[in-house]
């Protein structure tokens, strides 16, 4: 799996300060732009995340190139309606490769017989999918023989409110192992790029409390960078 924050808002942390503190201003843009220490900003967004005001986070984007995640993650990751999603395509991008690209589960990893039984599966599942390449079938109908395992790539944008309720619910220990894995990477370069704005990202556990139905037990272990 590979993670990468492709671009951000200009200075995120001082955008979504700025919008935070123009609310409860008479003064334009520019001259709280020119206020704004960096000890004001990180007061101003602790005082809003804490309050629950997250409108304001709103202003400043993040966007990650994903690459060899499962379309199975793919599924799960639409889910969440507030990102903008591009996706490789399985109609116009053919996977005839000798070598496909499938992920494996780290359970299934660890089992050598049912290692075996899994790859002669998705070899099986290739072989229909390169026959029916070779009879003339086009690949978006030839592609439905392939396993929610076939790896794909995917551009991903969500605002900085989104991102912190995505990693509420995806990076907790309850949540399915590989996009788990992949939030968790998110949160890290996000962290990295704005530590105030997350600063206590990452599930409820992080902040006191689980609200998890059937709690995991294991309080998850906060990221830092």
Same mark, same amino acid.
């Given at each position: ?26 003064? !334009? =843009? *520019?001259?709280?732009?020119?206020? +704004?220490?960096?000890?004001? /900003?990180?007061?101003? @967004? ?18 990650? !190139? =994903? *690459?060899?995640?499962?379309?199975? +993650?793919?599924?799960?990751? /639409?889910?969440?309606? @507030? ?143």
């Amino acid at each position: 799996m590979i993670v990468e924050l492709l671009r951000y808002t200009n200075e995120p942390e001082k955008t979504c300060a700025v919008a935070a503190r123009l609310c409860y201003s008479s003064v !334009g =843009i *520019e001259e709280l732009k020119e206020k +704004l220490t960096q000890e004001k /900003t990180e007061d101003i @967004l602790k005082k809003v995340i804490k309050s629950g005001h997250h409108s304001v986070l709103e202003h400043a984007s993040f966007t990650f !190139g =994903i *690459e060899g995640v499962s379309r199975a +993650l793919l599924a799960q990751l /639409t889910r969440h309606r @507030l990102a903008s999603f591009s996706v490789q395509s399985q109609r116009y991008v053919k996977f005839d490769k000798k070598t496909p690209e499938f992920v494996i589960p780290p359970k299934i990893l660890k089992d050598e017989n049912l290692l075996k039984q899994y790859n002669e599966f998705l070899e099986t599942a290739q072989r229909y999918y390169n026959t029916f390449l070779e009879a003339g079938i086009a690949a978006e109908d030839a592609r439905y023989v392939l396993p929610n395992a076939a790896s794909t790539k995917i551009v991903m944008t969500m605002n900085a409110r989104e991102l912190r309720h995505f990693f509420e619910l995806r990076c907790c220990n309850r949540a399915q192992w590989e996009i788990r894995d992949m939030a968790c990477r998110m949160l890290k370069l996000a962290k990295e790029t704005a530590p105030i704005l997350f600063e206590n990202a990452g599930p409820n556990c992080v902040r006191g409390g689980c609200t998890e139905t059937k709690p995991c037990g294991s309080p998850w272990k906060k990221i830092t960078v």
